[in-house]
T-cell receptor, first 113, second 114 residues
Framework: GENVEQHPSTLSVQEGDSAVIKCTYSDSASNYFPWYKQELGKRPQLIIDIRSNVGEKKDQRIAVTLNKTAKHFSLHITETQPEDSAVYFCAAHGSSNTGKLIFGQGTTLQVKP | KAGVTQTPRYLIKTRGQQVTLSCSPISGHRSVSWYQQTPGQGLQFLFEYFSETQRNKGNFPGRFSGRQFSNSRSEMNVSTLELGDSALYLC?????????????FGEGSRLTVL
């Protein structure tokens, strides 16, 4: 079945440094890859997404890259700030309109002031 | 526009009991997905409903079931509760399907099984 692996499970960086979270997916038909951020005690919220016809997408300090051949995608956060501290989830959705969005296990990012 | 609403927010049950959780999606959203969140396991897909039809189901036992009503509101039921069912159950809605745009999550229903 479909599977999404996410690494690392925890990540600690100094404020101002960059953070990279990587995910691999198993379903080669996947064509939509969102990233969600979940702050402590709050609901997950979409921060950026990418579709299979694009290799990279940026939004201010956040960027996502996709390598369809290798079936992996990554989240890059530059100039990290303490408010970036949260759990980040990657996800993958298949090409068939089945409504099945599979999430990775999550990465807890801690940004130290 | 009101967000996704889940009830109850917290509940405590004992092993063997059953529980029903409710989710009201954002107005106009027709797709409702359910996820189980536990520490270290991330968000595990339970099922997704669209226009009262279950389009897909995750790898959970038959004790987990759900349904969607004509107004897009959805319920999930867990029968014969086990200790391992203790988790945060999140509902999320989207316009058509989770890959057509943002998935909007509710605050979740935290279930504790004693």
């Amino acid at each position: 079945g479909e599977n999404v692996e996410q690494h690392p499970s925890t990540l600690s960086v100094q404020e101002g440094d960059s953070a990279v979270i990587k995910c691999t997916y198993s379903d080669s038909a996947s064509n939509y890859f969102p990233w969600y951020k979940q702050e402590l005690g709050k609901r997950p919220q979409l921060i950026i997404d990418i579709r299979s016809n694009v290799g990279e997408k940026k939004d201010q300090r956040i960027a996502v890259t996709l390598n369809k051949t290798a079936k992996h995608f990554s989240l890059h956060i530059t100039e990290t700030q303490p408010e970036d501290s949260a759990v980040y989830f990657c996800a993958a959705h298949g090409s068939s309109n089945t409504g099945k969005l599979i999430f990775g296990q999550g990465t807890t990012l801690q940004v130290k002031p | 526009k009101a967000g996704v609403t889940q009830t109850p927010r917290y509940l405590i049950k004992t092993r063997g009991q059953q529980v029903t959780l409710s989710c009201s999606p954002i107005s106009g959203h027709r797709s409702v997905s359910w996820y189980q969140q536990t520490p270290g396991q991330g968000l595990q897909f339970l099922f997704e409903y669209f226009s009262e039809t279950q389009r897909n189901k995750g790898n959970f036992p038959g004790r987990f079931s759900g349904r969607q009503f004509s107004n897009s509101r959805s319920e999930m039921n867990v029968s014969t509760l086990e200790l391992g069912d203790s988790a945060l159950y999140l509902c999320a809605s989207s316009l058509q399907a989770p890959n057509t745009g943002e998935l909007f999550f509710g605050e979740g229903s935290r279930l504790t099984v004693l």
